[in-house]
């Protein structure tokens, strides 16, 4: 993936504990639900990321947001500015 749109998963950042989490992996958070628990013993907690936490709806293998979150993702991914 990275050879042909030149970035990677978020998770796969993640779990294979690259530089390309904080770099440009995509999309900025665990796309997994269980991801979000593996922030910290990643060293990946930013306020960005501990402002979405509130809005994750946890009974999905992978992440949702309540529609409450729509402002605060369009921030965080840069979208409408």
């Given at each position: ?12 950042a993640m779990l ?35 402002s979405l936490q ?24 840069g979208v409408g500015?």
């Amino acid at each position: 993936m990275i050879r042909d749109v030149g970035t990677t998963l978020f998770d796969v950042a993640m779990l294979t504990e690259t530089e390309m989490v904080e770099s440009n992996a995509l999309p900025g958070f665990p796309m997994l639900a269980q991801g979000w628990s593996l922030l910290t013993a990643f060293g990946l907690r930013t306020i960005e990321l501990e402002s979405l936490q509130p809005y994750i709806a946890y009974n999905s293998l992978w992440t949702v947001f309540n529609p409450q979150a729509k402002s605060l993702l369009l921030k965080f991914l840069g979208v409408g500015q």
